[in-house]
């Protein structure tokens, strides 16, 4: 389990890196795991805690002692999931960069087998004699000079499209490959995902029957009521250490970050100088169009040359395509590594639509509890420092907005990452992955010198 949640980490703020890199995120993220599962001394304190309830049967201690495994086991399916979709949304981020690729690919292909067919027709005529004739007409030396010249710029151009098509139609078959070896791996990702879906689904099931069953009784109502205050002083506790050890590692984290964001800008930037250099070949070539319209005047050549300019237009069009798209991704960046704006003034509420339903430090827990709504947001903007799951608190999402930071718990369906820049009002997941904070309720905490303080909504 701790290999899948260091892979999840990996896959959340990106793959490859250096090997001190990796090695430093597999430390941090068995740390992490170590903070997911009870310590002995966790799990005596619950025992001794169920021990003091009058009157609990066999029966009722059994199903206790079910919950605390699925739990378990749920949390772990979580993580798995987490996994799977972190693979499946990095799958189809670059089969879709590959497919629009291909798009440009496959203009220049076809444009240059339109030159390839020009080229044909020009080595016709040269068998025919008619460069021969054209230099048999030469008047005097330099103008032999100059038709011998136009006849090898002419054969020097034959072979520069010869082989820009080979080159070409190589790479588009090399891109059609990676694109069918991306669409089954894909495939085959989501296909994974489903199951794991399907599981946790079953794992959630049982637990609400497990725990319908204690309900039943005023014994395990007791039951369920004293170990729900255990679990939360446990959960604060765990916060607290998990806040502590990511704000510690706030720096290497955001290093880390900008390290691969600048991979990425410098990815995109040199893609966008090969567009530009495309771009101008393109220009060039309808220049070169334009000029043989105008000096062919014979209606077969007249129509071969619009097909080759429709050809040329196709692939123009592609290339502006992709250089939006590159330039679209280029600004995200640029809005990422730019430094986190000041935050002044009270937070933003993290579940729109809801409510408070326990205000700051009730029953001594040092968070707010919300409920009457199903999407967490980010209560201002930052960077995202943790995304992790506990067996009692479900997922915990930690945002730095530089001088605070702010907890989100008892969220499932994550729908961010380690390293995201994040704005205020981002869809961060769902409510209702805390047995212990309840199914249809969240709990936020805002801590500034390491501290939780109340918030301000």
Do not use: C
């Not at 991306?182 to 099931?205: M, P, W, Y």
């Not at 903007?381 to 997922?395: E, Q, R």
Request: overall charge positive.
């Amino acid at each position: 389990m701790g290999t899948a949640r260091a892979l999840a980490l990996t896959l959340l703020l990106g793959v490859g890196g250096a090997q001190d890199t990796s090695a430093r995120l597999d430390q941090l993220q068995q740390q992490l795991q170590e903070q997911r599962q009870l310590s002995e001394d966790k799990a005596r304190e619950l025992a001794a805690v169920r021990a003091r309830i009058q009157n609990l049967s066999a029966q009722q201690r059994q199903t206790l002692t079910q919950l605390d495994d699925l739990a378990r086991r749920t949390a772990a399916l979580e993580n798995e999931l987490a996994t799977i979709t972190a693979r499946v949304t990095l799958a189809q981020r670059q089969l879709t960069d590959t497919t629009e690729q291909l798009k440009v690919t496959r203009a220049q292909v076809a444009r240059l087998q339109g030159d390839v067919r020009e080229v044909m027709t020009l080595m016709y005529r040269q068998r025919s004699g008619q460069y021969l004739q054209l230099l048999s007409q030469a008047r005097s030396l330099p103008d032999l000079l100059i038709r011998l010249r136009y006849t090898n710029m002419a054969g020097a151009y034959q072979t520069q499209v010869l082989a820009g098509l080979r080159s070409q139609a190589a790479a588009l078959r090399d891109q059609e490959r990676v694109q069918a070896q991306q669409t089954a791996q894909f495939t085959k990702l989501q296909a994974e995902r489903s199951a794991k879906l399907a599981a946790l689904r079953a794992q959630r099931e049982q637990q609400n029957t497990l725990l319908a069953q204690l309900r039943t009784s005023e014994q395990g109502q007791r039951t369920l009521a004293a170990q729900r205050a255990a679990e939360q002083a446990l959960a604060a506790q765990q916060v607290d250490q998990l806040v502590g050890q990511v704000v510690a590692e706030r720096a290497r984290l955001e290093q880390e970050r900008q390290r691969r964001l600048e991979e990425e800008r410098r990815r995109r930037e040199e893609e966008a100088r090969r567009i530009r250099e495309a771009q101008e070949r393109a220009r060039q070539e309808a220049l070169r169009l334009a000029q043989l319209r105008q000096a062919q005047a014979a209606a077969a050549a007249r129509q071969a040359q619009a097909a080759r300019a429709a050809q040329l237009q196709r692939e123009q069009q592609a290339l502006a395509q992709r250089q939006a798209q590159v330039q679209q991704a280029q600004a995200q960046v640029e809005q990422q590594l730019a430094p986190l704006p000041p935050v002044s003034g009270a937070s933003g509420f993290p579940l729109p639509g809801g409510r408070v339903l326990a205000p700051y430090g009730s029953n001594g827990a040092p968070w707010v509890v919300l409920t009457g709504s199903s999407q967490v947001v980010a209560a201002d903007g930052g960077n995202v420092l943790a995304v992790t799951s506990y067996a009692s608190l479900g997922w915990v999402v930690l945002i730095d907005h530089g001088g605070t930071v702010s907890a989100y718990l008892g969220l499932r369906d994550p729908q961010v990452s380690v390293g995201n820049r994040v704005a205020r009002g981002t869809p961060l997941g769902a409510v209702g992955g805390s047995s212990i904070i309840g199914p249809g309720n969240m709990a936020f905490q805002l801590r500034q010198g390491g501290q939780p303080v109340a918030p301000r909504f």
